[in-house]
């Protein structure tokens, strides 16, 4: 099949599917006028690719488990190619989510309490403009 009905049977733009070619997480075959061409597995490699990605994983930590890209997405949950390397991925990657909403948390605090303050003190129009112009 070619570009665009790989891209109609998954759901994927052509753009994202050259990406996922360009990552090396993906190959197609080039017909003689230099067309790329792809077989069924490409079907399953994208579907695999697309949910990986959704789930917050890099290219970079695909390319721990492109090996079972090209199964069914449900023999995929299950491949047994490199267990700990993937297990080590994932955790690698939850960590960093967790540390990304740790930091998004904090700013929001932040966000909270300068509209706080900000309500209060135009609450206080009088003493708002005041601190107004003494730059505090």
Request: hydrophobic share 35%; charged share 40%.
């Given at each position: 099949m070619q570009i665009g009905e790989l891209s109609e049977v998954t759901g994927?733009?052509?753009?994202?599917?050259?990406?996922?070619e360009q990552?090396?997480?993906?190959?197609?075959?080039?017909t003689s006028k230099g067309?790329?061409?792809?077989?069924e597995r490409a079907v399953h490699r994208v579907l695999n690719v697309r949910e990986l990605l959704g789930a917050g994983l890099t290219a970079q930590d695909i390319r721990v488990v492109a090996p079972?890209?090209?199964?069914?997405?449900?023999?995929?949950?299950?491949?047994?190619?490199?267990?700990?390397d993937a297990l080590?991925?994932?955790?690698?990657?939850?960590?960093?989510?967790?540390?990304?909403?740790?930091?998004?948390?904090?700013?929001?605090?932040?966000?909270?309490?300068?509209i706080a303050r900000l309500r209060a003190d135009a609450a206080d129009t009088d003493g708002f403009a005041e601190r107004l112009r003494s730059g505090a």
């Open positions: 994927a733009s052509r753009r994202s599917i050259r990406y996922y990552q090396g997480l993906l190959e197609a075959a080039r067309w790329r061409e792809y077989d079972c890209l090209d199964m069914k997405t449900e023999e995929f949950l299950a491949c047994e190619s490199g267990p700990d080590a991925m994932y955790e690698q990657r939850l960590s960093a989510v967790e540390a990304k909403a740790a930091e998004l948390e904090r700013h929001r605090a932040e966000l909270v309490e300068r």
